[in-house]
Nanobody, 127 residues
Framework: QVRLVESGGRLVQAGASLNLSCVVSGRTFSRDTMGWFRQAPGKQREFVAAISAMETLGTYVTTYADSVKGRFTISRDNAKNSTYLQMINLKPEDTAVYSC????????????????WGQGTQVTVST
């Protein structure tokens, strides 16, 4: 059974930093593209960041939503079956439930390409 468990979300003030984690079990993690998405109340789920399963020229391919570029960093540790989202300079508009997902294609910004999801972790950024 495939399981994704996110952690690290909490209430912080604007300008603060947070590190989210997602641990995967039940799959060969190193073969999976990983992505982070978020959903704010009353809004649709939106793409945040993704990281490829395979390295190209010694580097994983990553992609970010424009709204988080330069502030968020996605990474992975295949030895720990984990992916991470480092977030700095958080803004109130970053408030949402953050979920990680597994995609079976090289890399994707579309939620439709993600076949497994975690339950999410709440990030709340106050002014």
């Amino acid at each position: 059974q495939v399981r994704l468990v996110e952690s690290g979300g909490r209430l912080v003030q604007a300008g603060a930093s947070l590190n989210l984690s997602c641990v995967v079990s039940g799959r060969t993690f190193s073969r999976d593209t990983m992505g982070w998405f978020r959903q704010a109340p009353g809004k649709q789920r939106e793409f945040v960041a993704a990281i490829s399963a395979m390295e190209t020229l010694g580097t994983y391919v990553t992609t970010y939503a424009d709204s988080v570029k330069g502030r968020f960093t996605i990474s992975r540790d295949n030895a720990k079956n984990s992916t991470y989202l480092q977030m700095i300079n958080l803004k109130p508009e970053d408030t949402a439930v953050y979920s990680c997902g597994i995609a079976t294609i090289f890399i994707s910004r579309s939620a439709n390409d993600y076949v497994y999801w975690g339950q999410g972790t709440q990030v709340t950024v106050s002014t």
